[in-house]
């Protein structure tokens, strides 16, 4: 893997979409779920899978922030994606476990099976996805548009 600069979640980010999108998954980053909480990278597959990665820069970062319980109920899959030189040992077994750099990324640890959202969430989640994708991919070719 690429020695890059891991202070940037955001090149990071780019990893982890690669990762998915090698998998079959469609992503967006900074998607922001109905209760409020803005997943760092969220992907569905072909089949209406969730997948919900949470990137993590540090142990500090790691440590600092623990709501990703509330990310749960809201995907079928769940992983923390950190660097290479991040203390894997402190990511709890119950969750997935991607490394990634701004490249490419592995993934270490699949994530357990989890509860499975609701018909009805799943398929506002998913609808939600696919506005917040449209008028992304609408800003990005007309970037005056209104949305």
Do not use: H
Request: with cysteine; aromatic share 8%; charged share 20%.
């Amino acid at each position: 893997m690429t020695i890059v600069d891991f202070r940037d979640a955001s090149q990071l980010a780019r990893g982890v979409c690669r990762t998915l999108a090698a998998l079959g998954y469609g992503t967006l980053s900074e998607f922001t779920l109905r209760n409020g909480r803005r997943a760092d990278v969220i992907g569905v597959n072909g089949s209406g899978e969730i997948a919900i990665v949470e990137i993590k820069t540090s142990e500090a970062d790691f440590r600092g922030d623990q709501k990703w319980p509330e990310y749960l109920p809201f995907c079928d899959s769940f992983f923390f994606a950190v660097p290479e030189q991040f203390p894997r040992l402190i990511v709890p077994e119950t969750c997935g476990l991607m490394v990634v750099d701004a490249y490419e990324g592995v993934i270490l640890r699949p994530s357990p099976a989890l509860s499975p959202p609701s018909a009805q969430r799943r398929r506002a989640i998913i609808l939600s996805f696919a506005i917040a994708a449209s008028n992304r991919l609408t800003r990005a070719l007309d970037p005056e548009s209104l949305l």
